[in-house]
């Protein structure tokens, strides 16, 4: 089997990416819909993968790897890496799962840190009521995933919020950190107790905080989060599109807390996660396999973290429907250490009426049944799609 074609078409605002190949199978990969400027760096992929056997994932892998980077650069990388397991699977005629080892659950758990309406505000009772609505909805979670300090939009609204630098040019990740007031740091804690009230001891709470933090005020949040049972505390010191992963300074807040630590969903490749891991820099992983380098690459990263006692949440909020195939297959082969994946809702509604292959409801007291179809388990509704397709992208599925 040969690869004849690599396409890519922005449909809606994802990328998605289709593998063609000489035996008339395809396979798809989908760049989270904040990433719509990746599509002629994906395309640049296309020559040097011409004529290989999409069925050798590591071989052709090889051919690109070297070419991606943190986060949004990996990107282009991994959801052609899912792109080439879903056409394995279908080859073979088996679920990706399969030829990742074989699964060791039947239902994957997932959390929520996407399926939300805007808060109102930034008081504390804006936290909470934000929070009872999430746990209102039909999917049951058991956790949610709430913004706070530098990952909200109170280091706008809050005055005074903290004494470093502001914001530089309205990029999502584009650093405001520095040193926060203690009128910040008040507020942040009054929004944590308002949030705990809503979940209580039925639902757990993690909190997404940055990244922004100085060392210093990191600590001294993460010791105030003690007493209330905190998840975890996500990118604090560095995170979502840093292009580096700075674990030695993690490691001095995760010595200095018990509140459990987390950060990696910029981190491009197992490479990166060495030194935080093998150093006990944090107590959570969490890789996106449409960031890391693809679906291997996460499993890899997962085995070593058990070997080391941290635990796997795996980064998947804007994945999207179609992406969901690669989260549910890999996290079905994970270690112990696996605790839930972010489950990625759709960027629009009319989503749901282009993936096929997905069980309704998808999510059920907060778990997914593993998908038992050949690759990844997902596919493109032609017809429905091409409603979609701009002119550019009209021979995608030719």
Known sequence: MKIVDLR???????????????????????????????????LHFRDVLLGADPTDVERCMLRIRQRGSFKPYGAAVSAIEHALWDIAGKAAGVP?????????????????????????????????????????????????KQGIGFHSTMKHTVPDFHYGIGDNGGFHGAMSQGAVS????????????????????????????????MLPDAIRFAQAMEKYNIAWLEDMLTGDYVPWVNPQAYRELTQATSTPTHTGEQIYLRHNFKELIETQAVRVIGPDPADIGGIAELKWVAEH??????????????????????????????????VAFEYPSASEPWWADLVTGLPNPIVTDSMIDVLDTPGLGVDLNEEATRRYLCDEDAGFFD
Not at 308 to 325: E, R
């Open 96 to 144: 990706v799962y399969k030829l990742l080892g074989g699964k060791v659950r039947d239902r994957v758990r997932v959390y929520n840190g996407s399926v939300r309406q805007k808060r109102s505000g930034d008081r504390p009772e804006d936290f909470a009521d934000q929070v009872r609505w999430m746990l209102d909805q039909p999917q049951n979670f058991f956790m949610v």
């Open 8 to 42: 890519c078409a922005v449909i809606g605002r994802h990328p998605i990416v289709r593998i063609v190949t000489d035996e008339g199978l395809h396979g798809l990969g989908e760049v989270e819909h904040t990433k719509g400027y990746l599509k002629p760096w994906i």
């Open 182 to 213: 203690e009128r910040a740091m008040n507020h942040m804690i009054d929004c944590v107790i308002a949030m705990k009230e809503v979940t209580g001891n039925g639902v757990s709470l993690a909190l997404d905080c940055g990244p922004g933090w």
């Open 305 to 338: 973290a058990y070997m080391h006692q941290i635990l796997m949440a795996p980064h998947g909020t804007a994945n999207g429907l179609l992406g969901l195939g690669a989260l549910i297959n890999v996290c079905a082969t994970l270690p112990a250490n696996f």
